[in-house]
């Protein structure tokens, strides 16, 4: 993502244009508020963001991210940057609450090419500060997406890995965490966002230049459930984030990050229902889109109903950050219940 400024880098952007696919007009939200950029200038450094929501105090939720140039970020809904780490190349990020262990937060690690790993810490939700508890193997090759999923038996991490190969294991947690291998999955070519549904471990992939991917609870074969058609999905797909609602339905949403926009899939049967772009308006807004995260219930008086962060590819002058929106906003735009 990384931008020239030279008149043959211009000129040849907009020839680019002419034939790049553009999907199915999306309507318009704009962000309520941004987070500060982050620490790497001049570079496609912001990747991927998680919400923590403080259930007896919505508006002191938190916002955790990457700079995949130099560690993790953790933010307050102001988008005031209350911590930040310097554990290198760390790409994708997801947190969970664990009984009896506190907010715990995994990202994916690719200082070492050949080999992934899993770094975990604890979220201290009072003051946004994270702990180090450890770094546990996360597979043969370079780490690249991360989701979790606080399942019955224990914390379930997926490591995606660049080349599309997919591990999921089972976290051990305290003063020596561990990683037990439980299944490997793959897509074809190259992988990052996923998610799971949290009610039953459905697992959501999205294949960059093919579409999203899903695989029932157990399974290691998967179904190519939404290609990229260019009209929902435009290539690349990259971040996906899931809001469940009742016992089977809600929302999937994914970065269309081909024309700078969000796709919208109903669960459980993955029917398109629209498409929303973060345009500017008091704020920028959100263009080539890495990472996303969705999160239900109120976040405070900006926030009545959801919230939504999107990395911002494109952030000029100032370094890639990330836009919160209203996910009623988005709801109210799209028509949707």
């Not at 102001?78 to 290198?88: D, V, Y």
């Not at 999921?168 to 561990?178: S, W």
Request: overall charge negative; some cysteine.
């Amino acid at each position: 993502m990384r931008k020239t400024t030279t008149a043959a880098a211009l000129a040849a952007s907009l020839a680019a244009c002419a034939t790049t696919p553009q999907g199915l007009p999306a309507v318009a939200v704009t962000a309520v508020a941004e987070t500060e950029p982050v620490g790497t200038a001049h570079e496609d450094a912001a990747d991927d963001p998680a919400i923590w929501r403080n259930a007896s105090d919505p508006e002191k939720s938190l916002i955790v991210a990457t700079d995949k140039k130099a560690g993790l970020l953790v933010y307050d809904l102001a988008g005031k940057t209350l911590f930040s780490e310097s554990s290198g190349r760390i790409n994708n990020v997801d947190l969970a609450e664990v009984d009896g262990a506190g907010v715990i937060v995994v990202a994916s690690d690719r200082n070492d090419g050949a080999n992934a790993h899993l770094v975990i810490w604890r979220l201290d939700t009072a003051s946004g500060r994270l702990e180090r508890l450890g770094r546990v193997p996360g597979g043969a090759g370079e780490g690249y997406g991360l989701c979790l999923w606080n399942a019955p038996d224990g914390l379930r991490a997926y490591s995606v890995l660049k080349h599309g190969t997919i591990e999921e294991f089972r976290l051990t947690l305290g003063p020596d965490p561990a990683a037990m291998h439980l299944r490997t999955m793959a897509v074809p070519s190259q992988a990052e966002g996923c998610v799971v549904d949290p009610r039953d471990g459905t697992f959501y992939v999205g294949e960059e230049n093919a579409g999203i991917w899903r695989f029932a609870p157990g399974a290691a074969r998967g179904t190519l459930i939404a290609p990229i058609d260019d009209r929902y999905l435009v290539a690349d797909v990259e971040g996906l984030a899931l809001l469940p609602q009742g016992s089977s339905g809600g929302w999937l949403v994914a970065s269309s990050q081909g024309d700078n926009a969000f796709a919208v899939f109903r669960l459980p049967d993955i029917a398109p229902v629209g498409r929303f772009a973060v345009t500017a308006g008091q704020l920028g807004g959100a263009e080539e889109t890495d990472g996303i995260a969705l999160a239900g219930g109120t976040f405070g008086a900006s926030f009545p109903d959801g919230l939504f962060v999107a990395q911002d590819g494109r952030n000029e002058p100032r370094a890639q950050n990330f836009k919160l929106l209203s996910w009623g906003a988005v709801k109210a735009a799209l028509g949707l219940e």
